[in-house]
């Protein structure tokens, strides 16, 4: 049984449709990433998925649940993280722990054991009894996130949790959402991040337009859409687009101080570019060959370039 | 399964609203200061007869309190973002309003017992029909926390344009519903008008809790008034539902 069911789902407002015959379903234990451009419906989406909006048209099935028939059980299983959503600033992070755990039905020993436990994890212990208003952004992302993990749940719904935070933070929340995963949790995060898409999903599908274009690994992808490498070298000195003249290169980018060449055959261009090192007494301070990206495959989906 | 879940996610709403709103300056001013300076607009430097007057003063008090908190709930955590969470939790959007309502009909309920012992130990006042008395305090508190979250219902994020509506419709209610003219002194419009005020039904019935005298039958003042709790909570839901992406 697949922990996410979503069947031919289907929101409009207005003359908007948001969201049209999406399906998809998501296995126990994976981290599924949902991709789209600005406006594609992912928040439409999860918001579907999560019950806060009742479909026009099909069902949602959380470990065979339907939400819209049985709201209460189905939210007993999941946790969620809405996009530029917060906790209760007017209450103090150990309040809001408390608050959200009696929604939960926890009992006050289970609630106040587990607060201590998720407050040192997400590094917030010294502050728990300090109103939540006088946190950083970064701190109240964390209270966020400690809100919806609080009662371990089966499916954590994360919209864009990352967007905005410093580097800390937003390491601190990967770092939660892998050691949720590793203890059974399945994970359904939107993103912009393509690059933490690719790294911490199994599974990625995207929506343009309200309608979902494809879902597959990755890699997988990746692959579909372009087959296409690159090497990216950087020498001592500021070199010259017009020295890169074999014909083994298809195309030459600028990315900073380094060059990006793309090639079908990457050990080709290596050779290349050691003969040229050589000829024009150039040191090589970095070289890396990469293959296709998940950017480059999300761009040519959404048809963004 | 539900049920339980639902009561649950009821009481924990309303304990969260009376922790948060309850100190929250709309509703110290709307809940608390305006009652007090009506009572006092009216009453100093008149020679009334306060023990009469003291029923509908009664109800002004209790409408004022209990629908003080209600219209600051929804929109002020829609600014706060908040209540897309709230909504993500193992909660119904009916939970949300009957612990918006909770939270208004403690908030009522505690400053009108306040107002009541005090008052009633300075005036020597009596209470005449015990059932009435109880009933306008459960009923009134009910219909009009009831009221407040009504009024949030259309909301946005902006909780200032809320607490204007409710001023827009609340105070020309306390004028006509018997509260500074009796309803006995009242006759030909002025009574069609206060009949079609809730507010007219439980001053009415604080009169017959507490003086005995009132000009519909308490039976009629309580059957209107739970019917005025349902309706509106009924359109609450209605509007809340229609409204319910505005502000996320």
Avoid at chain 1, 90 to 106: E, F, I, P, R, S
Avoid at chain 1, 264 to 270: E, G, K, Q, R, S
Avoid at chain 2, 140 to 163: E, K, Q
């Amino acid at each position: 049984m697949d922990t996410i069911q979503a069947d031919h789902l289907k929101k409009s407002f207005g003359p908007i449709t948001a969201v049209d015959d999406v399906s998809l379903s998501v296995r126990e234990g994976e981290i599924f990433g949902f991709l789209g451009p600005n406006g594609a419906g992912k928040t439409t989406t999860i918001r579907l998925l999560t019950g806060v909006l009742t479909p026009d048209a099909g069902a949602v099935r959380i470990n065979g649940i339907d939400i819209h028939r049985h709201p209460l059980e189905a939210k007993m299983q999941m946790g969620v993280i809405p996009e530029n959503s917060t906790v209760y600033g007017d209450l103090t992070a150990d309040q809001n722990l408390h608050l959200v755990g009696k929604l939960y039905g926890m009992s006050r020993s289970e609630r106040e054991r587990r607060n201590r436990e998720i407050l040192a994890q997400l590094g917030l212990e010294e502050r728990r009894g300090d109103p939540v208003r006088t946190f950083s952004k970064g701190m109240r992302q964390r209270v966020s996130i400690a809100c919806a993990i609080l009662h371990r749940p089966c499916v954590l719904f994360l919209d864009e949790p990352t967007a905005g935070l410093d580097v800390q933070s937003r390491r601190l929340v990967i770092d939660t959402i892998h050691r949720m995963n590793e203890e059974g949790s399945t994970v359904f995060l939107t993103t912009h991040n393509i690059e933490e898409a690719n790294t911490l999903c199994e599974t990625v599908c995207i929506i343009n337009q309200g309608r979902i274009i494809a879902t597959g690994s990755p890699e997988r992808l990746k692959k579909t859409f372009d087959t296409t490498q690159s090497v990216e070298v950087s020498f001592d000195r500021k070199v010259a687009k017009d020295l890169f003249t074999t014909g083994a290169i298809s195309k030459i980018e600028p990315l900073g101080d380094k060059w990006r060449l793309y090639t079908a055959h990457p050990d080709l261009v290596v050779k290349f570019i050691g003969s040229l090192a050589e000829r024009e007494q150039l040191t090589i301070t970095s070289i890396a060959t990469s293959g296709p990206s998940l950017e480059e495959a999300f761009v040519r989906l959404t048809g963004g370039a | 399964m539900e049920m339980p879940l639902f009561l649950r996610g009821v009481l924990v709403i309303a304990e969260k609203n009376i922790r948060i709103y309850y100190n929250k300056a709309p509703v110290m001013i709307f809940g608390l200061l305006f009652p007090l300076f009506m009572f006092l607009a009216f009453f100093i430097g008149r020679n009334l007869e306060l023990a009469a007057f003291f029923p509908g003063f009664l109800a002004m008090t209790l409408f004022f309190t209990a629908s003080s908190v209600g219209p600051l709930i929804t929109p002020w955590e829609k600014r706060d973002r908040t209540y897309e969470r709230l909504l993500s939790y193992p909660v119904t959007l009916e939970g949300i309003i009957l612990g918006d309502i909770a939270a208004g009909a403690v908030f009522g309920l505690i400053i009108t017992t306040l107002v009541w012992v005090v008052s009633g130990i300075v005036l020597h006042l009596s209470v005449v029909d015990p059932a009435a008395f109880v009933m306008a305090f459960l009923l009134g508190t009910l219909s009009f926390a009831a009221l407040g979250s009504l009024l949030a219902s259309p909301a946005s994020d902006t909780p200032s344009n809320v607490m204007m509506l409710s001023s827009l419709i609340r105070f020309p209610l306390i004028f006509i519903s018997g509260i500074f003219v009796p309803l006995t002194q009242m006759q030909g419009w002025g009574l069609l008008l206060a009949s079609v005020s809730p507010l007219t039904y439980l001053v009415d019935l604080f009169h017959a809790g507490l003086t005995g005298e009132s000009i519909f039958a308490p039976f009629l003042d309580c059957i209107v008034l739970a019917g005025v709790i349902l309706g509106f909570i009924l359109l609450a839901r209605f509007i809340q539902m229609r409204n319910l992406m505005k502000g996320l």
